[in-house]
């Protein structure tokens, strides 16, 4: 292949009488020397965030590095993220702070986890993520429950959950159906409706200013709020109206057939890998770059078993000669494996100098520190990758009783939104975590 070859360049043949295109995948030619941006436009590839949330923690004493800082060796719950230990950075001693009100159990943690507030008084972190990074992509962010349940800890306010995709062949529909716009198609016709719309939306714009001077000041800022809301869809619609950049590493993938969407640990790992194939190609085609996955747990069971991990956890005895309840450390196991299986999908997917998860990082975080007594202190969270070197890696970070919204914050900032403060009362911080900012 020659420098002649554009990113737009496809393979035509015919198969049985019909035309056929195959696209090529991202080649050195279309890149710049360093395969970092794209050689005709100079753009820096896209980084991504991914939030994984598992609940019912880990297995106290199984999973805490030995040693801090640089160079920890995984401990035995935890080992399974070996390939990725470079890339991984472990917290401990991080807590959840309810400062005297009720402990709703699996709720109250997740709501302080995933929007720093006590009750989700407000967007959960991804969504503040996926407005710094996620504007211009078809989807600001997608929602995946693998556990066979619509259950979506996103959220875009205090009462507007962002629905989660519990079928890998639905998710695959919403994302390369017929709406689907292949950036390296060489022909391009606007959405006909789209246009309309968007002439619509821009005719009531027009007329703004004259029904602004009308209006009370209460009723200018109500007003006002509600033409923000406009002005994002437009946006949205002039985005869809322009040709997209082309972007070689996108491949359409085939579609494959699903395990049944349930709580079953066998079709829950089937349709994970499935999953976790559709999201690096959605990124790969910059469809979209925010994810989050909730794992789920309550009704999660192996095969031909009504035992659930949940169950488990309150009422298995522990093993007096190991130590720990055996069934427990089983799902537990599993759960991170299939994790790692997800990220080493995602670090297949070849993208410029590197692959889609080069430029990736995933959250993972838990509701509790030990499932088994609901307990608060000492809760796991780990983040894995570097989003193109905005984050380094490899480190076990303790602290001391610390709000779990520390990470948050970090990460947050990271990805460029815009705040120095992040939680509510106890859960409420200032302090990033700067050992992990590059």
């Known amino acids: 292949m020659t420098r002649n070859a554009t990113r737009r360049t496809v393979l035509r043949g015919a198969f049985q009488g019909a035309a056929v295109t195959v696209g090529l995948p991202?080649?050195?030619?279309?890149?710049?020397?360093?395969?970092?941006?794209?050689?005709?436009?100079?753009?820096?590839?896209?980084v991504r965030f991914g939030h994984w949330f598992q609940a019912l923690g880990l297995n106290p004493g199984m999973w805490v590095p030995e040693k801090t800082g640089a160079g920890y060796t995984n401990n035995i719950q935890l080992k399974v993220l070996d390939p990725f230990r470079d890339r991984t950075n472990i917290f401990s001693g991080l807590r959840y702070f309810l400062d005297g009100r009720p402990h709703e159990t699996h709720t109250s943690s997740v709501q302080i986890a995933t929007t720093g507030i006590y009750g989700a008084g407000g967007p959960s972190f991804d969504s503040n993520i996926a407005d710094a990074i996620g504007k211009g992509t078809r989807f600001r962010s997608l929602e995946i429950a693998f556990a066979g349940r619509s259950l979506s800890l996103s959220r875009r306010s205090?009462?507007?959950?962002?629905?989660?995709?519990?079928?890998?062949?639905?998710?695959?529909?919403?994302?390369?159906?017929?709406?689907?716009?292949?950036?390296?198609?060489?022909?391009?016709?606007?959405?006909?409706?789209?246009?309309?719309?968007q002439s619509v939306l821009s005719s009531v714009s027009e007329r703004r200013e004259a029904l602004t001077r009308q209006l009370g000041a209460a009723d200018r800022v109500r007003l006002d709020e509600y033409f923000t809301g406009?002005?994002?869809?437009?946006?949205?619609?002039?985005?869809?109206?322009?040709?997209?950049?082309?972007?070689?590493?996108?491949?359409?993938?085939?579609?494959?057939?699903?395990?049944?969407?349930?709580?079953?640990?066998?079709?829950?790992?089937?349709?994970?890998?499935?999953?976790?194939?559709?999201?690096?190609?959605?990124?790969?085609?910059?469809?979209?770059?925010?994810?989050?996955?909730?794992?789920?747990?309550?009704?999660?069971?192996k095969a031909g078993s009504t035992f659930t991990?949940?169950?488990?956890?309150?009422?298995?005895?522990?093993?007096?000669?190991?130590?720990?309840?055996?069934?427990?450390?089983?799902?537990?196991?599993?759960?991170?494996?299939?994790?790692?299986?997800?990220?080493?999908?995602?670090?297949?997917?070849?993208?410029?100098?590197?692959?889609?998860?080069?430029?990736?990082?995933?959250?993972?975080?838990?509701?509790?520190?030990?499932?088994?007594?609901?307990?608060?202190?000492?809760?796991?969270?780990?983040?894995?990758?570097?989003?193109?070197?905005?984050?380094k890696g490899g480190q076990h970070i303790a602290v001391s009783g610390d709000p779990y919204t520390r990470v948050g914050l970090t990460v947050q900032q990271a990805f460029g939104v815009p705040i120095n403060t992040w939680g509510d009362r106890s859960n409420k911080t200032t302090k990033t975590v700067t050992e992990i900012l590059a």
Request: glycine residues 6%.
């Open 26 to 46: 991202l080649l050195n030619c279309f890149l710049n020397n360093n395969g970092t941006a794209l050689a005709a436009t100079g753009a820096q590839l896209p």
């Open 158 to 197: 205090a009462t507007v959950i962002n629905p989660a995709e519990a079928s890998p062949v639905a998710l695959y529909q919403r994302i390369f159906g017929p709406d689907f716009r292949d950036p390296n198609a060489a022909d391009f016709k606007p959405d006909p409706l789209i246009m309309a719309r």
């Open 230 to 301: 406009l002005r994002e869809i437009e946006q949205t619609l002039a985005h869809e109206l322009e040709r997209p950049a082309p972007l070689p590493a996108c491949k359409v993938p085939g579609a494959e057939e699903e395990a049944k969407p349930g709580s079953v640990v066998e079709d829950i790992t089937k349709n994970s890998k499935l999953f976790a194939g559709l999201l690096a190609s959605a990124m790969a085609c910059d469809q979209t770059r925010v994810f989050n996955i909730n794992l789920g747990s309550v009704g999660i069971r």
């Open 309 to 391: 991990w949940h169950t488990a956890t309150h009422e298995e005895s522990v093993d007096e000669k190991l130590g720990y309840q055996k069934e427990v450390f089983s799902f537990l196991t599993w759960a991170n494996a299939t994790f790692v299986d997800f990220l080493k999908i995602l670090n297949s997917m070849k993208e410029g100098d590197g692959t889609v998860f080069d430029r990736t990082m995933v959250l993972w975080q838990t509701d509790h520190g030990d499932a088994r007594t609901h307990s608060l202190e000492n809760v796991p969270l780990m983040t894995v990758g570097t989003a193109g070197g905005r984050i």
